[in-house]
């Protein structure tokens, strides 16, 4: 079995450092090969692209913007009205991408619009969405670049996000048929809205393109106190022959490098 690949997730990770650029640098020196970014678009993309090529560091994953956060917005790929802000925010997208040489993108569907009642606009918004993720796989397919869609978990994070489970995801990609857009599993979000770990991720390993982790209910390192046992998961995860990217989007309870141990340790064992 290869071992699992990791990538910091520069967003989450080393915010001890001001600037995208630095927090690179600081990933690879604590022994990341790869990183993964929220919203790159306020960091000069010249800058970016300099430290990347001078540490080598692969830049994995970057997401659609969110609109206007100020406004309420997470995302636009499903929210109706907005299908024009959703291509602009692509385009920008495809920019960095391009860039950074960075081949996935996760397509952000966004939130039940404010005063909508969510069964009343479902089938809207998941029918604005398929058309959006049809448009965007195949702008994305001619540059080689896979596109994610993430549940994100309406429990205790985002009570009015759409895409709020694997099952729904999947039904969604069904809807789309294009083989350039895959799910991607934040395993915080799975545990929170679903639990089954082991079932879901057997069934929906063939479809996963990205993996995330973060202990549960904190959202803290993986071995940190919770829920979850990542020994476990990271074996299942290997016993399926997963190859993607796991990306380590949590909250430190510290610094960074002081809760590193879990994975410096994993590097060693698997002699990464």
């Known amino acids: ?6 990538c910091a997730n520069i967003s989450w990770l080393f915010t001890e450092l001001p600037d995208l650029s630095q927090r690179i640098l600081a990933a690879a020196a604590a022994g990341f090969r790869a990183v993964e970014a929220a919203w790159p ?12 090529k001078a540490t080598g560091v692969e830049v994995v ?3 659609t913007p969110p609109g206007d956060v100020k406004a309420g917005d997470l995302g636009l790929g499903a929210v109706p009205g907005r299908e024009s802000e959703f291509r602009e925010g692509l385009d ?3 920019k960095y991408a391009r860039a950074l040489d960075c081949k996935r993108i996760h397509l952000m569907a966004g939130r039940v619009p404010v005063d909508s009642d969510r069964a009343t606009v479902t089938k809207e918004m998941e029918a604005v969405f398929v058309q959006n993720l049809k448009f965007a796989a195949d702008i994305l397919s001619k540059e080689g670049i896979t596109g994610l869609i993430e549940p994100i978990n309406t429990r205790i994070t ?27 599993m934040d395993i915080f979000h799975w545990q929170i ?8 991720i057997q069934k929906y390993i063939s479809i996963i393109g990205h993996v995330q982790v973060a202990q549960v209910p904190g959202r803290n390192e993986p071995d940190s106190d919770g829920e979850l046992s990542y020994n476990y998961l990271f074996n299942t995860l290997e016993n399926l022959g997963y190859q ?10 510290g610094s960074t490098d002081e809760g590193l141990g879990w994975i410096k340790e994993y590097w060693t064992r698997t002699k990464c």
């Open 158 to 184: 985002d009570p009015t996000y759409f895409l709020e489970s694997p099952h729904q995801a999947s039904a969604i990609l069904e809807k789309v048929g294009k083989p350039n857009l895959k799910l991607q």
């Open 193 to 200: 809205m679903d639990g089954n770990l082991t079932q879901n």
């Open 244 to 253: 993607g990217y796991i990306g380590c989007e949590y909250k430190p309870l």
């Open 61 to 63: 994953l970057l997401n």
């Open 92 to 94: 920008l997208s495809l």
């Open 1 to 6: 079995m290869a071992p699992l690949k990791f």
């Open 41 to 52: 678009y306020d960091s000069d993309l010249q800058e970016l692209q300099r430290v990347r």
